[in-house]
């Protein structure tokens, strides 16, 4: 072990449970990441990865359990008032990209940290510039999201998130909609992030991806986690009979 | 029916407790002596005479001019709605140009001019028709509906796919042919809840007549004003508010349930 | 039949028809602007689920929505001067409407086309996709920036073909103001057929004149559509 993993972890969940109506998503739940760490969740549909993680940054309550990430305990936050500085240290990219349709590029980057944190705009705007140029989208400012190919658009959901600081990035499928040819283009991305150090939750079909950048990963399956572990243990040899079945489906 | 049902009762509670309130509030300890004139004047305001003993009148009046405008109006909207979507220009550009104007006219605009414009009695066929306030309301009311019956048209036939016109035509059938025996049979669902909310357009727009000298509820209210005193003249707009709403807002309601019904088929 | 426009030459009825025309106009831009307060107030109580206004918005938009316009306006007219909102003339001693017909055609217009305004806001705020409804929370806004700056600006640009309708109707049943004696451009024509006796000449320049201020503000809609249209996003 290093000393870096023995310090308290950046986000942890303990008996996390969540139900859908009478239908249980997650049944107990417990994961930590670590600063700086980039924990992958792999399991089939349905399993709850999403939930996990819509949970981490509170657009989904839950009925049991804890979730701390830094120094918030993410299910004691009710109002938007409380949920704002949360979501400040908490950025999440969607499988949609879910940008705002009716604002350039530039401006997607820039309105949250204006309007939301209420930064000065002409820092918010280099930042943002910086930011556009890591994802490589230099020239696209002014274009509107329904101009750019899914890829685009998901690096500019990617330059989005960056643009509020966060200490950690929860990625939700993020390559699922994607054509093949544009997936990659965003994993690089993703990839470049991951070395810098930034905290990185992904949930994610990318098998190769995930054995490649990950420091542990997660095996969900109805609702509860199944095994975790480095990706070298998870991939090479799995223990339970659930994750090998899985594994031997996808990979 | 459910939700639709639901909403139903919500708004007819709600409107008529909001009524009450307004007639309270005006009224105040009087409130009582004018309801009571309220139901004296209700068989006037209904039927046009003073003990339902004719239908010809009032509120009545209302149902029957929007019954005949809706009838003339939907020849007429489908007549125009066949021009619409016709292929040749000659045909289409002017349907398009008579529609557009048509739609952007207000209907009050068009009921004084169909009071000037249409004689009192025509001669057709060696008879002599007498062209009462009724008969010209009923067609100046009719000629706007027409654009709005002719949009509902075009956009029910609209809404089927090409495919089934390309399929019609290769079994041989003609243009007119396809659209009776193909596609506005399938249309009419997508039609219907449409052409109810132009009727309830149409309906509330027989407030209008008015002016045309037709027995119509809102003449017969100001008549009412007239002997009662203006003092009541509150009371009995709330009144025919509230008749005009019983009567619209289930046409409403029914749409909304058939527009469900239409959009879960799909 | 022969049509004689030669009454238009006369100065006296121009500046009638001019005088009646600005007032129509005026009316029905003051009827916008209240019919877009309503509007999206309404529409904002419903969104929000506001106790109470939630339930009185749907109340009175079931109520404006399927009731004459007419009846509305005459009710207010007279509504108004009942309860004592009345002002008394110094010079003349007789009490008149605090209210004048000119602010009671406003008032119905803003209500009777403010109620449907208030559904055809509501269904273009549906309209908004829940993810990116969901990408703005995520970013930390709260309900109401979310509403502010995302949600209206996208619901708003979805009604705008409803709306559009709905701004031509409010302009076309502002003509019955002419019934609560307001003089706008049917009191101007009514007084021309009173003097010149060519009432269907009359009405149908004023029919005309309605065709093109409504396709006015069809075209000037359009306009605004195209500019305020979102690059690639199918609407």
Redesign the interface.
Known sequence: MTPDQQVRPLIELQGVHKSFGSFPVLKGVSLSVQDGGVVCIIGPSGSGKSTILRCI?G?TPIDRGTIRVGSFAVETLKS??D??????QV??V?Q???????RTVLQNLT??PI???GEDPTQVRERALSLLAKVRLTGKEA??????SGGQQQRV?IA?ALA?QPRVILFDEVTAALDPEMVSEVLSVIRDLAREGMTCVLVTHEMRFAEEVADEVFFTDRGVIVEHGPPSTIFKAPGDERLKSFLEKVL | MNSELKAFT??VV??T???SA?LV??YGAETGRVVQALAVRTPLLLSGSPDFSRFEGGFAANIIISLWAMLIAGITGVALGIGLIAQSAAVRTPSVLVM??L????????L??M???LPFEVDLFGTTFFLSPLVKSVIGLALPVTANIAEVFRGGVEAIPSGQWESARSLGYRRLQILRHVVVPQAIPFMTPNLMTTY?MLF?????V??TGAADV?SVARTVIASDG??Y??AI??Y??FL??IF??PI?ILTRWLERRVRVRQ | MTLDFSWLADPLYQQWLLRGLGTTILMSLLGIVLMFIIGIAGAACIHFRLPVLE?LT???V??F????????L??LY??LS??GLTLTDSATGRSIPLFSGFTCVVLSLGLYNGAIAVEIIRSGLLAVPS??V??????????L?TFR??EL??GL?MSIPAMTNNV?SL??????A??VAVADI?YGATQIMLETFR??EV??L??II??VI??LA?VAARRIAAAVR?????M
């Open positions: 940054n657009l938007d008032k949920l704002v500085p949360l979501r400040h950025a999440m969607f949609q990209y879910n940008l705002f349709p009716h309105m949250a309007q939301v944190l274009a509107y999201p329904g101009e750019l959901a989005r509020m | 919500f708004g709600g409107v407790l909001v009524l307004i509030t005006v557009n104007i739609r952007n006219s207000p209907w009050l605009v068009v004084y001019a009071l000037y414009l309830a509330i727009g027989t407030s209008l008015v002016v809102l203006a003092h003249a509150t707009y709330l025919v508010l005009f709403f619209c807002f409403a | 339930t749907t109340i009175l079931e109520l929505r399927n009731t004459p316009p007419l009846v509305q005459f009710f007279f509504m009942e309860i993810q990116t969901e990408g703005a929370r995520s970013l930390g806004y709260s309900r920036q700056h995302v600006p996208i640009r031509v302009i076309k049943t502002s003509s019955q002419v019934l049917m009432n269907l009405m149908i004023i029919w309605y065709v409504a396709s069809v979102i690059p690639g996003y199918g």
